[in-house]
């Protein structure tokens, strides 16, 4: 039920996002009830995207912790990527360039790119903003992390941006340098 219901909340994420977010929050449910953590996974990595865009960006944060600690803690690597990716859509969107592209260096994969069509354009994004040579630095940085470099990594940057969120007023200035 719980990966049937993430499938339904799938298809409709881009098109009736209030419709996916009900219908993966009732996947999480279940997947939690039933200790079903590849699947408790799914839904939260698919909860944080739909979230960052159309939801509460701080709850977004803890979709993608959680999604990000099942996959590392299972060691799956190929599938780690998804909820990267969307972490790395995210902070582009926050200005957090340097972060991003770091991130989106590791996560590049075919199942990534067809999961979140919109990591093309971030990643022309970051190659803008950045520069070729800084981007091509970054992402070659993040693409020779260890998994257990990337997911410290990961978390260390959703600790920031989640501070960032909750206290505007306290950051530290300019989100495109941190890293």
């Known amino acids: 039920m719980s990966f049937a219901l993430t499938a339904d909340g799938f298809a409709f994420r881009n098109t009736d ?6 219908l ?6 279940i997947a939690r009830d039933s200790g079903n953590r590849f699947n408790e996974s799914n839904a939260a990595q698919n909860l944080a995207y739909i979230e960052a865009q159309h939801g509460d960006p701080l709850v ?5 912790t959680l999604a990000i600690r099942h996959h590392h ?4 690597t190929g599938l780690l990527r998804q909820p990267l990716t969307a972490l790395a859509v995210f902070l582009d969107r926050l200005g957090c360039y340097e972060p991003a592209a770091t991130i989106a260096g590791f996560a590049v994969s075919p199942l990534a790119a067809a999961a979140y069509p919109d990591f093309d354009t971030t990643l022309a994004h970051l190659r803008e903003v950045l520069g070729d040579q800084t981007y ?3 992402t070659r940085t993040g693409e020779n992390m260890t998994t257990t470099a990337i997911a410290t990594y990961a978390y260390d940057q959703i600790d920031q941006a989640r501070t960032e ?7 530290t200035g300019n989100t495109k340098d941190r890293g």
């Not at 996002?17 to 009900?22: F, G, I, K, Y």
């Not at 993966?24 to 449910?29: I, Q, T, V, W, Y």
């Open 136 to 138: 091509e630095s970054l």
């Open 24 to 29: 993966m929050r009732r996947a999480l449910a």
């Open 60 to 64: 977004a944060l803890d979709y993608m």
């Open 165 to 171: 969120l909750e206290h505007p007023a306290h950051s």
């Open 73 to 76: 803690d299972s060691g799956c």
């Open 17 to 22: 996002p209030t419709r996916a977010l009900d």
